[in-house]
């Protein structure tokens, strides 16, 4: 079971872990990514290349199921707008054996951070206080 | 030959535009010589595409070095490093 998701709303890791547990797997490996935090980060707005990021993910996930004998590979990345501390991506990996799982998750991690097509914009904190501060100047031309 | 250009990531936000489409003409065969070629265009792409080293590419959906060819592509993509995990 290869399952391929890219979308904006937040995702339930247990839910996901859960569902290759179902798959009646010896053992399930994940990575979960966060948008780190940082005192100069408001937001993030993560975009992609969606027919590039739909095939380049498919083609990872069938690279390691060609290597290792999994029972299923879950792959979750978002896009749009997110907060520091939200979920960006999920990569689980169940197989017979944890050496299977942990080193075909481990391979997708690498090979997704060097090929999704993913990228971000950092909004930094003081944006709203200058974007803010412009607004008067730009008003009484509009009286 | 027409092209569709993507623009991703940094060069999306140092050009204000995410695509356009584009009609190079016969010398202009590699990514590197279409960066060099639009890089002539106007001095926002200049500034843009001037670091080389953080310029990526992928031709028809694929990631591929800036030295390869892109004749015969219906879409090519420029874009900044990805984001990683």
Redesign the interface.
């Known amino acids: 079971m290869i399952d391929i998701r890219i979308q904006k709303s937040n995702f339930d890791p247990g839910r996901q872990l859960a569902r290759l547990e179902e798959l009646h797997a010896g053992a399930v490996a994940a990575?979960l990514?966060l948008v780190a935090a940082g005192e100069d980060v408001r937001a993030v707005t993560?975009?992609?290349?969606p027919?590039?990021a739909k095939?380049?993910l498919a083609r990872i996930a069938g690279e390691a199921e060609a290597r290792w004998p999994l029972t299923g590979i879950i792959l979750i990345f978002r896009h749009g707008r997110l907060l520091p501390g939200d979920r960006?991506?999920l990569?689980a990996t169940g197989a017979r054996s944890s050496a299977a799982a942990l080193e075909a998750c481990a391979y997708l991690?690498e090979q997704?951070?060097?090929?999704?097509?993913?990228?971000?914009?950092v909004l930094p904190a003081d944006a709203a206080a200058q974007a803010a501060t412009r607004l008067p100047a730009a008003h009484p031309r509009e009286a | 030959m027409l092209v569709d250009l993507?623009y991703?990531?940094?060069l999306?936000?140092a050009l204000g535009r995410d695509s356009e489409r584009v009609d190079p003409p016969s010398h202009v065969l590699t990514i590197l010589d279409l960066v060099a070629w639009l890089s002539e265009r106007g001095a926002d792409y200049q500034a843009a595409l001037a670091d080389r080293s953080r310029i990526c590419a992928?031709i028809d959906?694929e990631?591929c070095p800036v030295g390869d060819s892109f004749f015969g592509a219906r879409e090519v993509?420029l874009?900044?490093p990805?984001?990683?995990?």
């Open positions: 990575s990514s993560i975009e992609h290349y027919a590039m095939r380049e960006f991506a990569i991690r997704l951070n060097a090929r999704a097509p993913f990228w971000q914009r | 993507l991703f990531g940094e999306r936000a992928a959906l990631h993509a874009f900044s990805v984001r990683g995990l």
